[in-house]
């Protein structure tokens, strides 16, 4: 490359890889963090199962391992391979599972294994990725759970939030 031309400054910073799994319902990305074991593959499965009950489009990101980097004021979530369409489910295994290259993270789902907190503070409700602030939400990690992490997708996403 002659020593005139310069390449273009990068957008996005260096991705970390995280223990999570990331989805998609419509626009939004949503990562599921917690413990080995702790139901994030099972909370994914069953978000994406509850979305496209009620017609909205959802689709697998990424499963056990998930390469984050922000993009400007945004949280990119992306496969890592080669897990690329893998899911685990319990009682089955690694099975096959339609995924999608990128989503922007607009939700973070903390598996905290107990009863959640009935009233969290505001600054519960919010963390940082990255360097991106983003709304959080902290679940038992229980069949039902879907429905809340749903109706706190749609609430953060609303238009004018």
């Given amino acids: 490359m002659s020593p005139d031309v310069r390449r273009p400054a990068r ?6 890889r995280i223990h999570a799994t990331a989805i998609t319902v419509g626009e939004a990305g949503i990562l599921i963090r917690g413990a080995s074991g702790s139901g994030k593959s099972s909370l994914a499965l069953a978000l994406i199962g509850l979305a496209r ?3 909205r489009f959802a689709r697998l990101v990424a499963d056990d391992r998930v390469a984050v980097s922000a993009a400007g004021e945004r949280l990119l979530a992306r ?4 897990l690329e369409g ?3 489910r319990r009682g089955l295994g690694l099975t096959p599972e ?7 993270v607009r939700l973070a789902v903390d598996l905290i294994g107990e009863e959640p907190v009935r009233m969290p503070e505001p600054e519960d409700l919010v963390d940082s990725l990255a360097g991106v602030d983003l709304p959080r939400l902290r679940v038992a990690g229980r069949p039902g759970d879907e ?3 749903l109706a706190a997708l749609d609430l ?4 004018g939030s």
């Fill in 53 to 55: 009950q009620s017609g």
């Fill in 11 to 16: 957008a996005t910073a260096a991705a970390e």
């Fill in 156 to 159: 953060f996403t609303e238009p």
């Fill in 147 to 149: 429905r809340l992490v």
């Fill in 98 to 104: 339609p995924f999608t290259g990128a989503a922007v």
């Fill in 86 to 88: 893998i899911v685990e």
């Fill in 79 to 82: 496969p890592v391979a080669p």
